[in-house]
C-alpha cells in the first residue's frame, strides 16, 4: 500500500510563485513513476508533471514548461513541483499520484496511475 501526502496549495497573486510537496509513504519501486496532475472545476484531471523515482528524468505538459519544475527527495520520500511564473488558469486542485512499475518514460495518461493524494487547491488571483 501507498499513501501520498500533499501540501503546499494556497492563494497565490499572478506572477507568484508556490511550491507544492508530495510525502510518499509505503513501499515504491525503483521503476516508479510520480507525477503531478490537475484539474480545474468542470474540466478534466490533466498531465502536469512526472519525474522517474530512480534516475530523476522529467517530462512537462506543454503549458507548464520553462515555468514549473518537478523534483524528488529520495531520502524524504518526497516530490516537490516549483510553480513560478503562475497565471490565473493555472487555479486547480493539484494532485499526486505514483505508477509503481514503468519500465521506461513517464505515461501522461491518468489512469495508469495505481495511487492518489487527496489533492492541494492552488488559486492564482489575477
Known amino acids: 500500500q501507498v499513501q501520498l501526502v500533499e501540501s503546499g496549495g494556497g492563494l497565490v497573486q499572478a506572477g507568484g510563485p508556490l511550491r507544492l510537496s508530495c510525502a510518499v509513504a509505503?513501499?515504491?519501486?525503483?521503476?516508479?513513476?510520480m507525477a503531478w496532475f490537475r484539474q480545474a472545476p468542470g474540466k478534466e484531471r490533466d498531465f502536469v508533471a512526472g519525474?522517474?523515482?530512480?534516475?530523476?528524468?522529467?517530462r512537462y505538459d506543454d503549458s507548464v514548461k520553462d515555468r514549473f519544475t518537478i523534483s524528488r527527495d529520495n531520502a524524504k520520500n518526497t516530490v516537490y513541483l516549483q510553480m513560478n511564473s503562475l497565471k490565473p488558469e493555472d487555479t486547480a486542485v493539484y494532485y499526486c499520484?505514483?505508477?509503481?512499475?514503468?519500465?521506461?518514460?513517464?505515461?501522461?495518461?491518468?489512469?495508469?496511475?495505481?495511487?492518489w493524494g487527496q489533492g492541494t487547491q492552488v488559486t492564482v488571483s489575477s
Open positions: 509505503g513501499r515504491t519501486f525503483s521503476s516508479a513513476v
Open positions: 499520484a505514483v505508477n509503481r512499475a514503468i519500465p521506461v518514460g513517464i505515461t501522461t495518461t491518468r489512469n495508469t496511475y495505481e495511487y
Open positions: 519525474i522517474r523515482w530512480s534516475g530523476g528524468s522529467t
